[in-house]
């Protein structure tokens, strides 16, 4: 990722110093016109602006601890995946250096970076963001959440939390139909096909969306006790036909707990009072 979001900044002409652990991994840049510096440190001190994308939060530690503040004045945007609260304390690492701090999250993979659709996610102060938007928009479209810094690295989880959900949807029930010696291209004709566009409709999803900002669940066109009938069904047929039986089991489980809970006769989106209700338990 560190490669496709420095290739996007040379392309739109900006000057660049590179750092790599593994320096040669920056040889093609260099060859491209990026000077190469020999550490973290050096890079962020020569440049007014530092983006930062590695493995981990705690990679970040590792690499900016023998920092000396002669950085201070510059500003780290720090592109690397994580939790909210660890973008926080380093959002306070930074700070404490006289470093303004910005986090973000890439939401495409690397051949998609600085290309038409892309888009990444920031979080922080609101100054330090508007300062940085131009050159920021070389590498996709900028979105801007908020000053809570921990708020780009959330809509990255939860929006990856959507895609892994919708993933596992679609491969537990291709397993299902494999059961019988369906091919997955064959199920997923009607399953992508037809199924998803016009029952799974986004569009109403967003429609409903409000529903859940007002806790309103009505369900008169179908309870989630109805849907916990549903949900028995698929836990049991993947019994029935040997496959895995843990994700049906959770999705059932939670439907159930969201019944004992009161949420009955509501409509099926009341299960997000129980996913909410634990935050408030925790
Ligand atoms: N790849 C994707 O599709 C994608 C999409 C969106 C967001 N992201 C996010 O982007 C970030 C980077 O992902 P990636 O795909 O580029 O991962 P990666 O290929 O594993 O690269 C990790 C980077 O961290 C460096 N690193 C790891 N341990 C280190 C250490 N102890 N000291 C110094 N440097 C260290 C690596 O250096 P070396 O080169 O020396 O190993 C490399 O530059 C992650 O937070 C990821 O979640 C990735």
Redesign the pocket.
Known sequence: ??IALAEALLGNGHHLTVW???PE?ADDLVARGARRARSATEAVAVSPTTIV????YE?LQ??FAPSDGSTAGGTVIN???GTPNEARAASAWFADRGIDYLDG??????PAVGTPGAVLLYSGARDVFDRHAGALASLGEPRYLGDDVGLAVLYNTALLEMMYATMNGWLHAAALLDSANVSAQEFSELALGWFMPAVVDYASLAEQAPELDAAEYPGALGTLAMNLNALEHIARTSEEQGVHTDQPRVMKQIAEQAVAAGYGTQNYLAVYELFKAARTRS
């Open positions: 990722m560190g790599n652990r593994t991994k994308c590695l493995d981990n990679t590792r690499v592109l690397t995946s999250a890439v939401m495409v993979p690397p």
